[in-house]
T-cell receptor, first 113, second 115 residues
């Protein structure tokens, strides 16, 4: 079985500051890991994914995430927050041989001017 | 191109009534997924369709929930005798084929409120 824990349901950052969203997973087999973003009144959109290639994954809108097997983590970062980054972010995991995504509870990001 | 669409966007119903939620996947996508998102929680997998294979219904929470898919197109999620705990956003996603390496494209969801 696999599960995802996102630390912090709400994160508030100043515009231009670092965005760090934490995700820890548990998986009995090698995982595929994903970050999705949900903007207000829109569907989920894939930000980036880890599929056992490079451990540092770059995504859209300047986001990146690093897979750390020893820490069972897949934290999402962006060096400089923009107002348009205000959204809800979901970390998800699936075993390499499966298709069902297990999602974390989500982290809502607000950006202060 | 057109993304995944869902209808209705909002549905308010009374406890005990049946509801049908519709999903139109991206044309050509053989895999289709339904998820449920309760307030303050992550998405829960409900059901998966892949081509003509038997669907994976392992996530359906009770026998009041069922889903159908016509070929590789429209899918309908039906909830019979709705309960208040069924209130949630129901999300549909599709992907070019099954498997974790394929990105799932999500629709905007149907917000179901059971009074």
């Amino acid at each position: 079985a696999q599960s995802v824990t996102q630390l912090g349901s709400h994160v508030s950052v100043s515009e231009g500051a670092l965005v760090l969203l934490r995700c820890n997973y548990s998986s009995s087999v090698p995982p595929y890991l994903f970050w999705y973003v949900q903007y207000p009144n829109q569907g989920l959109q894939l930000l980036l994914k880890y599929t056992s290639a490079a451990t540092l994954v770059k995504g859209i809108n300047g986001f990146e995430a690093e897979f750390k097997k020893s820490e069972t983590s897949f934290h999402l970062t962006k060096p400089s927050a923009h107002m348009s980054d205000a959204a809800e972010y979901f970390c998800a995991v699936t075993p390499f041989n499966d298709y069902k995504l297990s999602f974390g509870a989500g982290t809502t990001v607000t950006v202060r001017a | 191109g057109a993304g995944v669409s869902q209808s209705p966007s909002n549905k308010v119903t009374e406890k005990g009534k049946d509801v049908e939620l519709r999903c139109d996947p991206i044309s050509g996508h053989t895999a289709l997924y339904w998820y449920r998102q309760r307030l303050g929680q992550g998405l829960e997998f409900l059901i998966y369709f892949q081509g003509n294979s038997a669907p994976d219904k392992s996530g359906l929470p009770s026998d009041r929930f069922s889903a159908e898919r016509t070929g590789e197109s429209v899918s309908t999620l039906t909830i019979q005798r709705t309960q208040q705990e069924d209130s949630a956003v129901y999300l549909c996603a599709s992907s070019p084929s099954g498997g974790p390496h394929n990105e799932q494209f999500f629709g905007p969801g149907t917000r179901l409120t059971v009074l």
